[in-house]
């Protein structure tokens, strides 16, 4: 058996642009599937238009609620199968995702795992930023409280005038706005912020301002997948 890591696009109808014709051979060769959300899964299969009945498709979730020993059993169960894809619902699993468990597992009963090249909208908005990329650090979602916020903040913006490591972040889309405000109020007007919106789709950009420069030109982000840094 093999593990192998399927990239998805980050942005709707980019398949042909960002996937590489490798993605497309290891997916015509896997039978089995653990990922994120099913109907997403099968949509993207479907849109490859690589000839696969999918209903021929197993699918088996692996999200953020999933269990080590039931993904443990669904391994021993398919022990025969040559190949077994693990898929995000967008951008590289594994990769601040839940397929990071099938690889941990993988790993501990000695199964190849073979990553696949694709879009990882981490890692793009890292190249853009102008930033270290040298020493950074994703920190997920921050704090919805808003004393909570500020402080988590303020923490970062010292990280990163101590060591010059990146920071990165982001938030659920419809809080987009209301996250960049908050950035502006409690940074320096003079600190660095990077948004980088719609990676990989025709309207997407990643920009770095300075809070007084996002401040005087307030992008609209609302409902929009973002990334935010803070560097130097």
Request: charged share 20%; glycine share 6%; hydrophobic share 40%.
């Amino acid at each position: 058996m093999k593990v192998v890591l399927i990239p998805c696009p980050i942005a709707e109808q980019t398949a042909a642009q960002v996937l590489p014709e490798e993605v497309r051979q290891h997916i015509l060769a896997c039978r089995h599937f653990l990922v994120e959300n099913i109907r997403t899964a099968r949509r993207f299969i479907s849109e490859l238009k690589l000839g696969i009945e999918i209903e021929s498709l197993q699918f088996e979730i692996l999200d953020k609620d999933s269990q080590r020993a039931h993904i443990k059993d669904y391994f021993k169960k398919h022990a025969q199968a040559e190949m077994i894809g693990v898929m995000s619902e967008a951008g590289c699993p594994g990769v601040a995702d839940p397929g990071a468990l099938a690889v941990s597992i993988a790993q501990e009963q000695g199964i190849e795992v073979i990553p696949l090249v694709g879009p990882s909208s981490i890692l793009l908005a890292l190249m853009g930023s102008g930033f270290s990329g040298q020493s950074f650090c994703f920190h997920g979602y921050l704090p919805i409280d808003k004393v909570d916020r500020a402080k988590r903040i303020e923490h970062l913006a010292r990280e990163v005038e101590k060591s010059g490591q990146t920071q990165l972040f982001i938030e659920t889309p419809f809080r987009n706005d209301s996250l960049l405000e908050h950035l502006l109020q409690t940074l320096s007007p003079e600190s660095l912020i990077c948004i980088a919106c719609e990676l990989t789709s025709p309207l997407g950009f990643v920009q770095t301002k300075t809070g007084k420069q996002w401040a005087q030109n307030l992008p609209s982000l609302h409902k929009k997948p973002c990334i935010f840094l803070l560097g130097k």
